[in-house]
């Protein structure tokens, strides 16, 4: 008894074995969506949605179907008696997934915080359907679509967006870089430069003067 999970790309083949032992059993029949789809006596049902796709192994009772679509996705379930005696029954979730073809996107937003001297960087990836998402950015790993990030130097930092589902994943690099915002200004011998302090909101006017 119990459920088991299977993933498969659009278009390939599964095997559904029960794992139960074979000899001497008198009923076994598959099930899917609440109607009866291959049995030993009779073979594939006509009535079965997999009816042109699809066998039934008359020795160990596999089910075999070929072809997968989206919406072959759910349940089967198979029954079996041995001995005239019924046997806990076996459960088997399907679950079928379009490859990822396309790589994902990576947005990027730096700012320079000089109070201590680093970036704040906002990372966003995105793709089509339902994946998962994971960052490597240095040697550091985050999940999920959007994360915020340091960096305490000046300088360059590789990120790797890669997402995934149960049966591919495809990854996108990009380079994230981190420098100083100063705005520098010069008249006459003097140079004044401001520096924005975004930790506490202060303004800094510093002056040099050259000889």
């Known amino acids: 008894s119990g459920k088991r999970v299977i993933h498969k790309n659009v278009g390939d083949t599964v095997e559904l074995s029960s794992g139960l032992p074979t000899e001497g059993v008198t009923v076994a029949t598959w099930r899917y969506g609440g109607i009866n789809v291959a049995d030993k006596d009779v ?17 160990d009772f596999t089910l075999t179907v070929r072809e997968l679509i989206l919406q072959d996705s759910g349940d089967f379930m198979f029954i079996s008696g041995w001995n005239n005696k019924q046997r806990p ?24 915080e000089a109070c ?31 994360q915020q990030y340091i960096i305490r130097q ?26 100083k915002d100063t705005d520098t200004n010069k008249t006459g011998m003097w140079r004044v430069s401001e520096v924005v302090n975004t930790c506490n909101c202060s303004v800094y006017i510093i002056y040099y003067y050259f000889l």
């Open 116 to 146: 201590n001297e680093s970036c704040k960087v906002l990372l966003e990836c995105s793709t089509t359907g339902d994946v998962s998402y994971k960052w490597t950015v240095g040697k550091q790993t985050l999940t999920g679509p959007r």
């Open 43 to 59: 073979g594939v049902f006509e009535k079965s949605p997999f009816k042109d796709r699809s066998e039934l192994n008359p020795e």
């Open 154 to 179: 000046d300088g360059e930092t590789n990120v790797t967006c890669t997402v995934s589902n149960h049966v591919s994943e495809k990854s996108a690099l990009q380079t994230v870089k981190c420098s």
């Open 89 to 112: 029954s076996v459960t088997i979730s399907l679950q079928v997934h379009e490859p990822i073809t396309k790589q994902p996107d990576i947005k990027i937003n730096s700012t320079w």
